[in-house]
């Protein structure tokens, strides 16, 4: 199995960025697919979430009203919209797949398949 994401870069505060995640090596149609994202010193965090079917999606308060996630089932991919950023949401942003998980999942523990992670960096 593999992720590949895309889409991040550098932005100014108040901009947008949409990150892709290219998904290949397994059917994915019964899997969560998710984004979380690091930042230098912390812990990897939970950003976003969407369920096999599109018909639950979570997200961090942090990004709420803010981000939007969706995925193309066909085409394997989940996408990240990210609209009004702010310095705080700099970090390493990764996409996930938890297999076999009819509920999003909001821990890392619950996702078996990693991206390598794209950069978002928001200047003030």
């Known amino acids: 199995v593999q992720l590949q994401a895309s889409g991040g870069g550098l932005v100014q505060a108040g901009g947008s960025l949409r990150l892709s995640c290219a998904a290949s090596?397994?059917?994915?149609?019964?899997?969560?697919m998710g984004w979380f994202r690091q930042a230098p010193g912390k812990e990897r965090e939970f950003v976003a979430g969407i369920s096999w079917s599109g018909g639950i999606i979570s997200y961090a308060d942090s990004v709420k009203g803010r981000f939007t996630i969706s995925r193309d089932n066909a085409k394997t991919a989940s996408y990240l919209q990210m609209n009004s950023l702010k310095p705080e949401d700099t970090a390493v942003y990764y996409c996930?797949?938890?297999?076999?998980?009819?509920?999003?999942?909001?821990?890392?523990?619950?996702?078996?398949?990693w991206g390598q992670g794209t950069q978002v960096t928001v200047s003030s």
């Open positions: 996930a797949v938890a297999p076999n998980t009819y509920r999003v999942r909001l821990s890392t523990g619950d996702y078996d398949y």
């Open positions: 090596g397994r059917t994915f149609s019964r899997d969560t």
